[in-house]
């Protein structure tokens, strides 16, 4: 490994914390991750030294704030290369940004008998906010289907798209399974076809390097909390001409440039998005995460956790009563399994009197779990602090929960 592991784990105060009286073993990153000291500080320094709300201040603490807050915005461009920071939009998270692009390109570019494509494996949020623009707009929703491994069936992808798919919206990487789709060839494949397409990249930007002007996406949707920043923060990337199209998603200060009750005009990019006072303090615990990932590279992360997902599949296709789902070829830091006979939620509460922290259930994606014909899995997923002897110890459980079930 690239980097001293022991001394990545020791920026993270949480984990020095016993749970059941075990040392924590946090296997629920997918869900959220934990946070860096450096994270939680630069919160705080906010709070304590430059609070203020931003951008129509004359004050120092408002120009301090309004300075940071927009040099954020330039670090996010350059962490995944966007080609301007107007291209750069604050939301609450992935959900918030997908909601977003549903109204607001909706708004704009979906009418009556439009297509757009989904996939089996998608999150909810990533399902139900183009369900609702099909319902307003009566356009279609079509799903590419998944082999029994969980991966795309592109041949039935490329006989969805046709000259009314006007948007492709797809996981980077599946939350429920860990599959890393062929996204480039996803895109490629839409635009030869005139769609243009959405990443949900909520489980792709903590493990692998994003370019969106290599990928060529023409949206990108993430959230901080999973990627070592705070909660109640995320961004939505756009092509600048794309987002310059769109209608606002939200009315109120900020997004406008002139109101009066004859017309009202709307602000330039990015700000013709953000509406009302935005979340500065995770804003900028937002660039402390980037600063984090980029301190420490994004490769050598990544290598960690591809190490520790490694080593668990290969430790759990030892156990026979062991099921693993999802087994595409290109995954990343994600291992759902079931227990023959033992129902997940039991499991999950087994693990947690070892101290273990695991998820159980559908994770926000029922249509995936009803395909593979189950009701839900155990999850672990892997962040950068996990190592190969928590894995030997989530073994040791699973060996004693089989005991105790019988
Ligand atoms: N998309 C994927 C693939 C996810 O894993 C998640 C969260 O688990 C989301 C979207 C929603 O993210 P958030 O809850 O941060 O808005």
């Known amino acids: 490994m690239g980097i001293n592991q022991q001394q990545l784990i020791a920026q993270f105060p949480i984990l020095k ?69 107007k291209e750069i939009i604050f939301t609450k998270g992935t959900t918030d940004s997908i909601n977003l692009l549903a109204f607001s390109f909706g708004e704009t570019f979906i009418k009556e008998g439009d297509e757009i494509i989904v996939t089996e494996l998608e999150h909810h949020s990533n399902i139900v906010p183009w369900q609702m623009l099909c319902e307003r707009k009566k ?14 069936l592109l041949d039935k992808y490329a006989d969805l798209l046709n000259k009314r798919t006007r948007l492709v919206a797809i996981a980077h990487v599946s939350n429920a399974l860990g599959t890393l789709n062929p996204v480039k060839e996803i895109i490629d494949l839409a635009h030869q076809n005139k769609s243009l397409v959405l990443i949900d990249g909520a489980q792709a930007v903590a493990h692998l390097k994003v370019d969106v002007q290599e990928l060529d996406c023409d949206f990108y949707a993430f959230s901080s909390h999973k990627m070592y920043g ?8 756009g092509k ?14 900020e997004m406008i440039e002139s109101v009066s009750f004859e017309k009202t005009t709307y602000n330039e990019l990015p700000f013709k998005f953000e509406a009302g006072t935005p979340n500065v303090a995770d804003v900028l615990g937002l660039e402390a995460s980037i600063e984090f990932i980029q301190k420490e590279g994004i490769e050598n992360l990544a290598a960690i956790e591809n190490e520790v997902l490694n080593y668990a599949t290969a430790e759990f296709q030892k156990i026979d009563r062991i099921q693993i789902v999802g087994t595409a070829q290109n995954k990343a830091s994600v291992l759902s399994f079931l227990i023959d006979g033992i129902h997940p939620y039991d499991v999950g509460t087994i693990l947690n009197q070892f101290g273990i922290a695991v998820r159980t259930g559908n994770h926000c994606a029922e249509p995936i779990m009803k395909r593979l014909g189950i009701r839900g899995t155990i999850r672990a997923s892997f962040a950068c602090y996990n190592t190969k002897e928590e894995i030997d110890r989530m073994v040791r459980a699973i060996h004693k929960t089989i005991e105790m079930f019988g």
């Open 139 to 152: 356009a279609k929703l079509h799903v590419i289907p998944v082999n029994d491994k969980g991966e795309l």
């Open 17 to 85: 914390q016993q749970i059941n009286k075990y040392p924590l073993v946090y296997f629920d990153n997918a869900a959220t991750t934990q946070k860096p000291q450096m994270v939680i500080d630069r919160i705080s320094s906010y709070y304590t030294s430059f609070n203020s709300n931003i951008h129509r201040g004359v004050h120092k603490l408002s120009q301090k704030a309004t300075a940071a807050y927009e040099q954020t915005r330039i670090h996010v461009k350059d962490f995944i290369n966007a080609s301007s920071s």
């Open 240 to 253: 600048k001409d794309l987002l310059e199209q769109l209608q606002p998603y939200q009315g109120g200060g």
């Open 230 to 237: 705070p909660m109640g923060i995320g961004v939505l990337y």
